[in-house]
């Protein structure tokens, strides 16, 4: 009994050694593929991506936006919103864990498609469909899966900056590369749907679209 | 005095206004850093100027550093409004690119590169000068050729740069998105920039005719052209002051708006999302049950559509605060009071309230259909903080409407809220007891209904 024990202790050890050796030989990876550390997108670099749109200083709803975006990214993007009658699986799905919207997006056919059902209240709908287009915006879905740093604790290598990831291949609005760390860019896509709403809501009142012209 | 004193006077003396009134600009509520750093600079071109006049020149080579000394204040102004611009000085200020160089990178670049090509200029003009120097100083002197090396290594960069900042303000000031304040602030330091390009080249102008001029004409066309350097500067610095003068204070500030960003929306959509996670999921006890009910109740009661859906969320809310996720998800008592702070505060600026608007359903195009203000949830947070707020002791007398006590109703019904302090509490209102009825007798038809489906 007990050599059977220790017998199957080794491989488990080995195995748990190697795993070991894989994980961190991943991250030495991730962090050599890590781009120098940026800070959180402000309101005023968003103003800037939404002069590349042509929208800065109109008012404009998320098809607006989602229509601006696929064109400078050339991609053609889709918004399904599901009825939940008809679909409530996926309602009660997407409920139980803790999300209120989906995006798919293939970079090879230019398409993306945001999923939310139709019993969100306006406001969060909104907001989910601004948090996803603020996904394909920054470039988050161009990182190859285990490209980032997954759920870790971002660490702040200050001055409020994080790591990033060098993405080489498709096209993005934002200056620079997405974070590695996915909980930052899921707070960074929630910031982007703010700034996206109340930028579309203020038009030409926005102070930051009047900043551009009045620059001294 | 020479000519050359006699023009370092007249242009001393329009230095000296120009920096006197943006001095007083500086020293009021109209002040910028840029309206800071040009009073500076001006006061450093009067001094300049004023030291020609008072010292003389006593040799060439003092003649090239007067004239070199004499360029650096719109270097430095020319190089400060290229990088304001491209958004170079974005740390520094908290400002944005101008839009038009925001559109084109190319463009962006080229204003980023002023600071250096204009100071490179500036350093070639004077190893040139200082080491093959020439009469710099000698309006109507006939000048080697080397002198036109000297000037025109600073005249033709500072005259590309004031030139192309110019007309990134025209394009500012054609754009409809702005106010007519900025409008003409930008057309103010369009002219001024462009009579900066102009000086330019009216002095690389007059540094070909000194050299290949004739001796009855270089007189003459330096003469009319030294008349026209003082206009040009005396409107560059009426166009300055005015464009500094102007001032537009946004509606909206932007660190009101940066409330909104960071604490009121997600906030809400917290909030939002939360009670349909719960709802939509079946978390929260009895909310769907409660619901069924009030819908029925408010039928029979012929209720508004407003009141009903602000009856549904008040239930949902109280459901999603008493669940126990719910101090996970921060969706508190207090996070809801901060809430509804927030939300008055934004009613309270009425140009904002008035703006912030979202469709109701994605498939419509009106997109005034929700505010702030018109948006269940407001009302909602209000009646909800209300009700489970612990005031046992003493019956109220605040007449509320007949929504709120049907929720209570309800609330105390599927056991949400305790039924005794609800009672106390407004028990003793005729809405309560028109609530109650109502409630019961939809509670009655539902469970007849369903029974009869069975």
Known sequence: MLGETSGARLPNMIFNRARALVSSLRNLSASRS?????????????????????LSGKEYGPEEYAEALGAYLGISIAVHVIPDLQYPELSHRLASSGRMGEIRYSEELGIAVIIVPGSLPSLVSVLTVLHELGHLAAGDLLIEPGGGLGNTTPENSGKDAFATVRIEHGKRLAQGFPFAHENLREREANMRASYALTAGCLGSLSPYALKMHDVL | MSVAQHQALVLAGVCLAGSVFLGILALSSRRTWFGIFAAFNLFLGAVLFGAQVVFGFSGWRSEVMAALLSELPPVLLISWVCLAQAGGLHRRTGALPAEAAAQRPRLRAVLRSAPLFLLLGWGFAAVVGLVWPSPAMQAYAPAPSQFVLFKWSISTVEGFYAGLAALVFAVASRSSAATIALRLKNVAFSIALFCLSAIAVESAIVAGVRLWGTDESRREIVQALLILEVYLAATCFVALALGLALRYTPVIAATFLRQLHTSWLPAQERFES???????????????????????AANLRGFSQADTERALTTIQLVATMKDPSAERARITPEAARELYDLQERILDNDALASKISWASDWDSRIRDANTVKSEPLHDALKAALDLIDNREEQAEMQIRPLW???????????GLLSPAMI????????????????????????????????
């Open chain 2, 404 to 414: 709120y006590h049907l929720v209570a109703v309800s609330a105390a019904d599927m």
């Open chain 1, 34 to 54: 890590s781009e120098p550390a940026r800070p959180m997108l402000s309101a005023e670099q968003f103003q800037e991506e939404l002069v590349l749109l042509g």
């Open chain 2, 423 to 454: 009672h106390t509490r407004l028990g003793q209102q005729p809405e309560y007891i028109v609530a109650y009825e109502a409630y019961h007798a939809a509670k009655a038809s539902v469970r007849s209904r369903t029974l009869y489906d069975r």
């Open chain 2, 274 to 296: 939360l009670k349909w996670r719960a709802v939509t999921s079946g978390q929260a006890r009895g909310a769907i049950k409660a619901s069924h009910h009030i819908v029925e």
